[in-house]
């Protein structure tokens, strides 16, 4: 069984990813910064030709690793939560280049066609909820440049405006499977970690009905990284 988190850049991911994992016993899978990517580094460092050149490269970057972290987790077997999906790599990240001309028709076409292709392993089955973590872009920018990571720095407010609506245009016709929304405006794990309790309790509802209950609570635990997208 897996559980996947979603959400913007800034939303609480792996802060909620770690506390759901922790109250029912998971194993979790968080997304780290993926600093064996070849292509991160000339694509965000060389301007805009650079970025053209190598969108492809660090997409396709993305997606393999992504794929073979899925295709680790499916293989130790219990239950997992994961920190961002496969989904979102493609539909969000991958599509964000070719709409801003970073990618061109064709190379949009071949990274589709792989993604679709990828879609049909045993890896990419669908997971059993997804919980999706939102809140309007002047409640996520000011959370992004309280966390202070140093590439986030310099990102332009266009271009987190440009990935929020990308996210909820990408949730609104997601139907892989059920979807359970959750507006970051309404806890705060951080400074009150019992808040994971009423957010246990929709997630309890959710998937229980559909699993026995002795899935929920796995023996043992491991801990995986998933790659970014």
């Given at each position: 069984?897996?559980?996947?988190i979603?959400g913007?850049?800034?939303?609480?991911?792996?802060t909620?990813?770690?506390a759901?994992a922790?109250?029912?016993?998971?194993?979790?899978?968080?997304?780290?910064?993926?600093?064996?990517?070849p292509?991160?580094?000339?694509?965000?460092?060389?301007?805009?030709?650079?970025?053209?050149?190598?969108?492809?490269?660090?997409?396709?970057?993305?997606?393999?690793?992504?794929?073979?972290?899925?295709?680790?987790?499916?293989?130790?077997g219990?239950?997992?939560?994961?920190?961002?999906?496969?989904?979102?790599?493609?539909?969000?990240?991958?599509?964000?280049?070719?709409?801003?001309?970073?990618?061109?028709?064709?190379?949009?076409?071949?990274?589709?066609?792989?993604?679709?292709e990828?879609?049909?392993?045993?890896?990419?089955?669908?997971p059993?909820?997804?919980?999706?973590?939102?809140?309007?872009?002047?409640?996520?920018?000011?959370?992004?440049?309280?966390?202070?990571?140093?590439?986030?720095?310099?990102?332009?407010?266009?271009?987190?405006?440009?990935?929020?609506?990308?996210?909820e245009?990408?949730?609104?016709?997601?139907?892989?499977?059920?979807?359970l929304?959750?507006?970051?405006?309404?806890?705060?794990?951080?400074?009150?970690p019992?808040?994971?309790?009423?957010?246990?309790?929709?997630?309890?509802?959710?998937?229980?009905?559909?699993?026995?209950?002795?899935?929920?609570?796995?023996?043992?635990?491991?801990?995986?990284?998933?790659?970014p997208?």
């Open positions: 069984m897996v559980i996947g979603a913007m850049v800034g939303s609480g991911k792996s909620l990813t770690r759901l922790a109250r029912f016993g998971l194993q979790h899978a968080l997304e780290s910064v993926d600093d064996e990517n292509w991160l580094e000339p694509f965000y460092d060389g301007g805009l030709d650079a970025m053209r050149t190598h969108a492809l490269r660090l997409q396709l970057h993305f997606l393999a690793t992504r794929f073979e972290s899925m295709r680790r987790i499916r293989g130790a219990g239950s997992w939560i994961l920190d961002r999906t496969w989904y979102e790599d493609a539909e969000v990240f991958a599509r964000g280049h070719f709409d801003d001309g970073l990618l061109s028709s064709a190379e949009w076409a071949l990274y589709r066609r792989l993604y679709v990828l879609l049909h392993s045993p890896a990419a089955r669908p059993k909820l997804l919980v999706y973590l939102h809140a309007p872009l002047d409640t996520i920018v000011p959370r992004i440049r309280r966390r202070g990571r140093a590439k986030e720095a310099d990102t332009p407010d266009a271009y987190w405006a440009s990935l929020h609506a990308r996210y245009r990408w949730i609104a016709g997601f139907h892989a499977c059920p979807v929304r959750m507006d970051v405006r309404d806890y705060d794990l951080v400074s009150d019992m808040a994971i309790e009423p957010i246990a309790d929709r997630v309890r509802a959710r998937v229980e009905p559909v699993l026995p209950q002795a899935d929920l609570f796995p023996i043992g635990h491991a801990n995986l990284v998933a790659e997208g």
